[in-house]
């Protein structure tokens, strides 16, 4: 696990760079999108406050083509002032004068009426006519698209020279709410009402049946055009199949979000510096980082449809993307280290091999130079009978030597090949190592102690755990003096069977306790004392094939103790756990 300070570091470098991206809109590219579609999966909001007039083909088909006179408008807007509505909103532009322009200032004085009004390209504002001016209120209609064209924002306030007007939207849900406008700010609505879920009545149909007045009572009625080839269509967060919805059906859903207070508000900057933060620092802390990753992305995902349908929105892209880079960046660092580690093994174990090689070819040597030496003086020289049995004595020691040395060698290469399973029966230890200890009794006066607990039940090869007891007990009788015992014992040691071999010999220095399990390596106690340096080699690796280990430590007041452990066959197990 990296240490802690390095995670702290990591994590406010998280943090700062975050909070820059936040700062600078770097990644909105990513953001916003990302955000459209979380909005989309929220559940939608059916409009409570707003009703749309729709000026619709049919509308055109029956009234006439627009632009129709102010005559009819102002029949629309006595249709709602009949029926109670809370106000009405036109989405038309007004600037100039027409005839009809008194029938509807008096009709607008019926109720609340606000008209669009809009920036032309002399910067000039183009607002209701002098005669219309004192009946109703001019609110811009501007929308401010953001670079991939959906309307996200909406600007509280705008001026052009010398004079500032509120959002329609805006103004239109003061109608309802009452709260005071704000000034020069970005509002962002949430369009959980979506524009195509606003209650729509086709201005022709509601001139035509009184009766359809009713559905006005109390509602924002916002009168616009509709039909595809009037007026702006605008894409919102929301909208579905990338449709764009008219102008004024965008406007209602804008008031429907203000109204309810289903406006979207940023984290700040260095909040979400300080989330990433959090976020990268419980990643680079734990030691499963894979499933830190996962939980903190599933808490981010989650974490953030329930804020956003809050009305906060967290930054989800960047949150995710620093958490992925900060597990990239861990992965990649302890893929590194295990490269770096698997190279450093590799190269040890080809210095080992060559070692093990020249020691190998060290010790064939010396057998067969002697093998040399005495088949040339057998050959040529003379010798008298008990000179010639004792050569032979000492050409058939040599040979025997040479062969147990290659022997042990296959023994060791076979061994890893193989199959345990097919190779290995369920024994009880204890009563194999004791069968093994009487018979090595009958080939030594020593003194062999023994003693095994019982049911003590392994998966093993027999054979080979007779070598390893005879190995061990070899070594243990070399190098203790007479009348000094040997102890060996069989006994559980948590889900391990251990067998446990005691001498009271010099002991191994403490440098060679881990060296003496390699192949050709001798103690330094051994000096003096026969041996090939491949007998705990082959102890070590009879061990490892039966899924166990081999040690050595020392005994209190000289000495050796040799432990090798072999799991318990399932039986065992299941026995000692009861």
Not at 94 to 108: H, K, N, V, W
Not at 197 to 214: K, V, Y
Not at 314 to 334: C, D, K, Q
Request: net charge neutral.
């Amino acid at each position: 696990m990296l240490r802690r300070r390095t995670a702290l570091w990591i994590a406010a470098a998280a943090g700062v760079a975050v909070m820059l991206l936040l700062a600078f809109d770097l990644l909105d590219a990513l953001e916003l999108p990302a955000r459209d579609a979380a909005l989309r999966l929220l559940p939608p909001r059916a409009a409570a406050a707003t009703v749309v007039v729709a000026i619709d083909e049919q509308s055109l088909r029956a009234i006439g083509p627009w632009p129709w006179d102010r005559a009819t408008l102002a029949a629309i807007v006595n249709r709602a002032a009949d029926a109670g509505a809370r106000g009405a909103v036109l989405d038309i532009l007004l600037a100039e004068a027409r005839p009809g322009d008194e029938q509807l200032a008096a009709a607008a004085r019926r109720l609340p009426v606000l008209a669009v009004a809009v920036v032309d390209e002399h910067g000039r504002w183009l607002v209701p006519g002098p005669s219309l001016a004192q009946a109703m209120v001019a609110a811009h209609g501007n929308f401010e698209l953001d670079h991939d064209g959906i309307l996200r924002r909406l600007s509280s306030t705008k001026q052009s020279g010398d004079r500032a007007l509120t959002a329609l939207s805006i103004d239109a849900a003061s109608l309802i709410t009452g709260a005071p406008t704000p000034v020069g700010l970005s509002i962002s609505p949430s369009f959980r009402t979506r524009p195509n879920a606003i209650p729509a009545i086709s201005a022709a149909d509601l001139l035509r049946h009184a009766a359809l007045s009713s559905r006005l009572h109390g509602k924002l009625v916002f009168i616009g055009p509709t039909a595809f080839a009037l007026g702006d269509r605008v894409l919102t967060p929301t909208t579905t199949r990338h449709r764009p919805d008219p102008g004024v059906t965008v406007h209602a859903a804008a008031a429907e979000s203000i109204i309810r207070g289903d406006v979207i508000r940023e984290l700040p900057p260095i909040v979400g510096g300080l989330f990433a933060s959090v976020a990268v620092g419980a990643i680079v802390l734990v030691r499963r980082r894979r499933i830190a990753a996962a939980i903190v992305i599933i808490a981010i995902i989650a974490g953030g449809f329930l804020l956003l349908a809050d009305g906060i929105a967290i930054p989800f892209v960047t949150l995710i993307a620093s958490s992925a880079l900060a597990v990239a960046g861990i992965e990649t660092r302890t893929i590194i280290a295990a490269l770096r580690s698997s190279e450093e093994r590799y190269i040890d174990h080809r210095e080992r091999d060559a070692e093990s090689k020249r020691v190998l070819a060290h010790e064939l040597r010396t057998p067969l130079a002697s093998m040399r030496s005495l088949t040339q003086l057998m050959g040529g020289f003379e010798l008298t009978d008990a000179e010639r049995k004792r050569v032979s004595s000492l050409l058939e020691h040599e040979a025997g030597k040479l062969e147990t040395m290659v022997g042990t060698l296959l023994d060791l290469e076979r061994l890893p090949l193989r199959d345990f399973a097919s190779s290995s029966s369920v024994i009880d230890l204890g009563a194999l190592v004791a069968a093994r200890i009487d018979f090595l009794r009958a080939s030594t006066d020593r003194t062999l102690f023994v003693s095994a607990d019982p049911q003590l039940l392994v998966r093993a090869d027999a054979a080979l755990i007779e070598r390893v007891v005879d190995n061990l007990v070899g070594n243990a009788l070399k190098y203790t003096s007479a009348p000094a015992p040997v102890t060996v014992r069989v006994a559980r040691s948590g889900g391990d069977a251990a067998v446990i071999v005691e001498d009271r010999g010099p002991g191994i220095a403490e440098a060679d306790r881990e060296r003496i399990f390699q192949r050709f390596v001798r103690g330094t106690t051994a000096a003096g004392t026969n041996g090939l340096g491949l007998g705990l080699s082959l102890v070590a690796e009879i061990a490892r094939w039966h899924g166990g280990t081999a040690g050595v430590e020392p005994m209190p007041g000289g000495g050796s103790r040799f432990r090798i452990t072999l799991p318990l066959a399932a039986e065992a197990a299941k026995a000692g756990a009861m």
